[in-house]
T-cell receptor
Framework: DGGITQSPKYLFRKEGQNVTLSCEQNLNHDAMYWYRQDPGQGLRLIYYSQIVNDFQKGDIAEGYSVSREKKESFPLTVTSAQKNPTAFYLC?????????????FGPGTRLLVL | AQSVTQLDSQVPVFEEAPVELRCNYSSSVSVYLFWYVQYPNQGLQLLLKYLSGSTLVESINGFEAEFNKSQTSFHLRKPSVHISDTAEYFCASIYNFNKFYFGSGTKLNVKP
């Protein structure tokens, strides 16, 4: 089955700790994205990548970092600089990142702060 | 600036009744529009999209949306809802290649 997997489903972060959310896709898509979802605010773009070894900041990149060393993987690190990390994080991918393409979403990771 | 507005945060409706979820967009350029559905604690699933051509687009489960350029709207409709349609629905527009702008979501609550 082709699709996008995210792990873990739930993640707990202690204050001052960096945590990494995993996103893997076997759709052979070039473009991958990370969104943050907060209640009543819809989705906001954190980072996106259209090709391996390249990525761009979205609207709320502060306190986050990403890497794109492999086509199928786009991990997101929530750093200690992100002061309000509690949210639902969604990873998505699309074929080439071109205009009008459908983005396919993973099941999400819920990050909670201890 | 690009934006998508979903005026209704929650829409309660009885089963088998019709429903309309409203979406308005702002854009000064060509726009592509999407509706996604999200079930609790899951990712988003594409419901339907408008890229060009016919202004009326349909999904396989009975939803339809009409692109109205003069009113800058892309409202989602279904003539008869089921309990299983209970979910949160997001309208999104895309411009500048692959940057999506999502609305704040509308929770559809179908009651028996």
């Amino acid at each position: 089955d082709g699709g996008i997997t995210q792990s873990p489903k739930y993640l707990f972060r202690k204050e001052g700790q960096n945590v990494t959310l995993s996103c893997e896709q076997n759709l052979n898509h070039d473009a991958m994205y990370w969104y943050r979802q907060d209640p009543g605010q819809g989705l906001r773009l954190i980072y996106y990548s259209q090709i391996v070894n390249d990525f761009q900041k979205g609207d709320i990149a502060e306190g986050y970092s990403v890497s794109r060393e492999k086509k199928e993987s786009f991990p997101l690190t929530v750093t200690s600089a992100q002061k309000n990390p509690t949210a639902f994080y969604l990873c998505a991918s699309s074929s080439t990142g071109g205009a009008g393409e459908t983005q396919y979403f993973g099941p999400g990771t819920r990050l909670l702060v201890l | 600036a690009q934006s998508v507005t979903q005026l209704d945060s929650q829409v309660p409706v009885f089963e088998e009744a019709p429903v309309e979820l409203r979406c308005n967009y702002s854009s000064s350029v060509s726009v592509y529009l999407f509706w996604y559905v999200q079930y609790p604690n899951q990712g988003l699933q594409l419901l339907l999209k408008y890229l060009s051509g016919s202004t009326l687009v349909e999904s396989i489960n009975g939803f339809e949306a009409e692109f109205n350029k003069s009113q800058t709207s892309f409202h989602l409709r279904k003539p008869s809802v089921h309990i299983s349609d209970t979910a949160e629905y997001f309208c999104a527009s895309i411009y500048n290649f692959n940057k999506f702008y999502f609305g704040s979501g509308t929770k559809l609550n179908v009651k028996p």
